[in-house]
T-cell receptor, first 113, second 115 residues
């Protein structure tokens, strides 16, 4: 089955700096790669996603890159703000008759004011 | 609001007891997922249902069981509870077919405390 590894497990950055979280996956059939943000006491929420036919996607201060050959994808947050502090999860999804989702282990991001 | 409703939000019970967690998926979503999240841990996949049928099983204990009903709501049953079962249990839903975006919509979770 699919295996998703995520690094680092914790990340502290100064406000205004950039943060990068990396994930690798094992199943070449995975074709959808979402990133979820989980704030304290809440359920994870999708913040950005990328499909296997795209190499990069950007949404304001957040961007995701995908390297299908190397089977890795990354989340980039620029100009970090205190409200970016949360746990971030990557995931790999294979579609077909039904969707199978595999999550990474999560990265706890702390943005220091 | 994700559209996914989980009840109860909080539950405190004793070891050896049995509890049922309920999830109503987003309108139109056919797939329901259950995840367990212990303190400072990641999302441990328990089980997935699609249109009433079990589709995938993760690290779900034999003491735990789940089902998805014809109206698509799902229940997670936890029995013979142990202290280590204390956790946040999330339900998520998605359209579940190749026509969907693939996005999972999570509920707010049910926090279970076993004393």
């Amino acid at each position: 089955g699919e295996n998703v590894e995520q690094h680092p497990s914790t990340l502290s950055v100064q406000e205004g700096d950039s943060a990068v979280i990396k994930c690798t996956y094992s199943d070449s059939a995975s074709n959808y790669f979402p990133w979820y943000k989980q704030e304290l006491g809440k359920g994870p929420q999708l913040i950005i996603d990328i499909r296997s036919n795209v190499g990069e996607k950007k949404d304001q201060r957040i961007a995701v890159t995908l390297n299908k050959t190397a089977k890795h994808f990354s989340l980039h947050i620029t100009e970090t703000q205190p409200e970016d502090s949360a746990v971030y999860f990557c995931a790999a999804t294979s579609s077909g008759g039904y969707q199978k989702v595999t999550f990474g282990t999560g990265t706890k991001l702390q943005v220091i004011p | 609001d994700s559209g996914v409703t989980q009840t109860p939000k909080h539950l405190i019970t004793a070891t050896g007891q049995r509890v049922t967690l309920r999830c109503s998926p987003r309108s139109g979503d056919l797939s329901v997922y259950w995840y367990q999240q212990s303190l400072d841990q990641g999302l441990q996949f328990l089980i997935q249902y699609y249109n009433g049928e079990e589709r995938a099983k993760g690290n779900i204990l034999e003491r735990f069981s789940a089902q998805q009903f014809p109206d698509l709501h799902s229940e997670l049953n936890l029995s013979s509870l142990e202290l280590g079962d204390s956790a946040l249990y999330f339900c998520a839903s998605s359209l579940g077919t190749s026509g969907g975006t693939g996005e999972l919509f999570f509920g707010e979770g049910s926090r279970l405390t076993v004393l």
